[in-house]
């Protein structure tokens, strides 16, 4: 059993940046972002293979966000730049031990609790 735990949630205002990690207790292979805004399901951000060869994106993080690991350290980050109000959300760190990546959220096995984004002025 893998466990999750994010952090470098916050307010900020349109236009800033935040940086959000996720430490994972044990090996994982693919890790990956998701978000939920109020009222809205779930939905992908980013994801990175364990190599870190491979990234995807959602298209709105597109150039905008940048996911990286740290495998010595099991831990996954996302900077966020260029931030808007729609990026308001709960993000998810999510976690993937059989090889498994992609958008879609069944994919992942284990998921953190999750951490607070607000993007406003």
């Known amino acids: 059993q893998v466990q999750l735990v994010e952090s470098g949630g916050g307010l900020v205002q349109p236009g800033g940046s935040l940086r959000l990690s996720c430490a994972a207790s044990g090996r994982t292979f693919s890790m990956a972002w998701f978000r939920q805004a109020p009222g809205k399901e779930r939905e992908f951000v980013a994801t990175?293979?364990?190599?870190?060869?491979?990234?995807y994106y959602s298209g709105s993080a597109k150039g905008r966000f940048a996911i990286s690991r740290d495998n010595a350290k099991n831990t996954v980050y996302l900077q966020m730049n260029s931030l808007k109000p729609e990026d308001t959300a709960v993000y998810y760190c999510a976690a993937d031990s059989s090889g498994n990546t992609g958008s879609l959220a069944r994919l992942y096995e284990y998921w953190g609790q999750g951490t607070q984004v607000t993007v406003s002025s």
């Open positions: 990175i293979t364990r190599s870190a060869l491979n990234t």
